[in-house]
């Protein structure tokens, strides 16, 4: 499969606990977006990276939350002290750098802050 | 304010039968304009993409129109199957690598 992956696909976890997701890119594509998704809701933005630089962040990126991207290829995006308000899909997309088109979205890491 | 409306929120057909679904958006500077197809618990998959110069685009049984004169986008399925149950998100670029505006999608469900 060639696709954006994301792992893991689940992730339940205690109120205060740090969490980490995992994204894997399409090869040759030089961004990838992470976004955050509650029910009922589109996609919001959360951040994006340009090979291995974090170009811009959403003012939804508390500083509980932390993105990398260290060799430009996967990307890590890590929670700490999870709150209930933490609790949705996390979306991870990638595209080329250059072009307008689609962007190609991951499965999602659904976490659920209890 | 850049926004994106989608309608309706939901909608119920019979399997083989058509429907269209409708999104209205107000961002500007318009780029370009996707409709993404999201199945439950899945991330979305790119359906069509179209530019300001393009009015009509299709994918198998996806037909997407834009008009950009009146900042309308239709997406026509025809020939219903149950897999096309999902939600239908409109996506609208503004331009430059992350000034995405999502509409919030249109829940369709095929019966059989």
């Known amino acids: 499969d060639t696709g954006v992956s994301q792992d893991p696909r689940h992730k339940i976890t205690k109120r205060g606990q740090n969490v980490t997701f995992r994204c894997d890119p399409i090869?040759?594509?030089?961004?990838l977006y992470w976004y955050r998704q509650t029910l009922g809701q589109g996609p919001e933005f959360l951040t994006y990276f340009q090979n291995e630089a974090q170009l811009e962040k959403s003012r939804l990126l508390s500083d509980r939350f932390s993105a990398e991207r260290p060799k430009g290829s996967f990307s890590t995006l890590e929670i700490q002290r999870t709150e209930q308000g933490d609790s949705a899909m996390y979306l991870c997309?990638?595209?080329?750098?250059?072009?307008?088109?689609?962007?190609?979205f991951g499965p999602g890491t659904r976490l659920t802050v209890t | 304010k850049n926004q994106v409306e989608q309608s309706p929120q939901s909608l119920i057909i019979l399997e083989g039968k058509n429907c269209t679904l409708q999104c209205n958006y107000t961002v500007s500077p318009f780029s370009n304009l996707r409709w993404y197809k999201q199945d439950t618990g899945r991330g979305p998959v790119s359906l069509t993409i179209?530019?300001?110069?393009?009015n009509t685009k299709s994918n198998g049984r996806y037909t997407a129109t834009l008009d950009a004169d009146t900042k309308q986008s239709s997406l026509h399925i025809t020939a219903s199957q149950l897999s096309d149950s999902a939600s239908y998100i409109c996506v609208v670029s503004a331009g430059g690598a992350n000034n995405l505006f999502f509409g919030t999608g249109t829940r369709l469900t095929v019966i059989p």
């Open positions: 090869s040759e594509h030089n961004r």
């Open positions: 179209m530019t300001f110069s393009e």
């Open positions: 997309a990638s595209s080329l750098a250059e072009g307008q088109g689609a962007k190609y």
